[in-house]
């Protein structure tokens, strides 16, 4: 069964970093692209960064660019989200994405992870 599990979300102070991970399982992680998103509360989803399958392209959300880095290791089937940097703007669910059409359309989501900047 197709499963995407975020985790490493919290509670951090202005300024600080976090390291989102998450595990892919159930399909072929290697042929998709892999996207996070967030949702702040009161707010649309919006996207933060995506990454090809093969890795080798990354963009950003014009406002995150060189503050948040996208990874992935497809040998563990596993996408990272490295933000530095982090003001409460940045207080959101992160939520991973993983995305290709194959034929046709997939597009499968996990259930997202809190972040919470807070002094």
């Known amino acids: 069964q197709v499963q995407l599990v975020e985790s490493g979300g919290g509670l951090v102070q202005p300024g600080g970093s976090l390291r989102l991970s998450c595990a892919a399982s159930g399909f072929t992680f290697s042929r998709f692209a892999m996207n996070w998103y967030r949702q702040a509360p009161g707010k649309e989803r919006e996207l933060v960064a995506t990454i090809t399958p093969t890795g080798d392209i990354t963009s950003y959300a014009g406002s995150l660019k060189g503050r948040f880095t996208i990874s992935r290791n497809n040998a563990r089937n596993m996408g990272y989200l490295q933000m530095n940097s982090l003001t409460p703007e940045d207080t959101a669910v992160y939520y991973c994405?993983?995305?290709?059409?194959?034929?046709?359309?997939?597009?499968?989501w996990g259930q997202g992870t809190q972040v919470t900047v807070s002094s």
């Open positions: 994405n993983a995305r290709a059409t194959i034929l046709i359309r997939y597009d499968y």
